[in-house]
């Protein structure tokens, strides 16, 4: 149990700080839209990557030098068009704004949103396949470690997901929702910077 907790506490502590894909379940679990499928995904995917590091996959960064390179400037692009859409929307207002009641997006197009949200980002590798895949070998048992890391991801955001709703007497606000988009897309577009200079 004491690896299991090792893995739980350290997977909690790398996602805890507000991020791309954080921001974005956040929001939809705001609007109560598809939060099941979001935080379940946004978990599957952590667990997918983990068990990768954990199994050894961890060196794939090294064994293929221009990995690196497409992954970080991919994103960073990714994630300057999608602050864009976000700084676009708490300038103008409207209907994003409207936590419950206004236009749903479909569940395919916010997945695929979120999936790239995920997967054009490095830090997730570094973070999940690099990190946790070489803390995880220091443990005897490594898949204990693996699975109490991706109990940390699913407990994280499903909390996160549902836990949002609490602050939907907030929302009903358009200021606020204004106010978040405007979080999210200054959020979107540090995370891109520190790609482009090479931080990490």
């Not at 939060?35 to 961890?58: E, K, R």
């Not at 830090?123 to 048992?141: K, W």
């Not at 470690?145 to 939907?168: I, M, N, P």
Request: hydrophobic share 55%; aromatic share 12%; proline share 4%.
């Amino acid at each position: 149990m004491t690896t299991f907790f090792a893995g739980f506490g350290l997977s909690l502590s790398l996602i805890l700080a507000i991020g791309a894909q954080n921001a974005f379940v956040l929001r939809q679990g705001l609007r109560r839209s598809h939060v099941f499928a979001v935080c379940l995904t946004c978990a599957v995917s952590d667990a997918i990557l983990i068990v990768a590091g954990v199994a050894g996959f961890g060196a794939l960064a090294q064994a293929v030098p221009w990995f690196e390179t497409v992954m970080r400037y991919g994103g960073a692009l990714f994630l300057i068009v999608y602050g864009a859409q976000n700084a676009l929307s708490a300038w103008r207002g409207g209907a994003a704004l409207e936590a419950e009641g206004g236009p749903v997006q479909p569940l395919w197009p916010t997945i695929a949103t979120l999936l790239a949200l995920t997967f054009l980002n490095p830090h997730v590798y570094l973070d999940t396949v690099v990190l946790l895949g070489s803390i995880s070998a220091q443990y005897a048992d490594r898949f204990t470690f693996g699975a109490g890391a991706a109990t940390g991801s699913f407990v994280f955001f499903f909390t996160l997901g549902y836990g949002a709703r609490l602050l939907a007497p907030l929302f009903r606000k358009p200021v606020s929702w204004r106010i978040l988009d405007a979080i999210v897309a200054l959020t979107m577009w540090a995370i891109a910077a520190a790609l482009l200079l090479g931080g990490h």
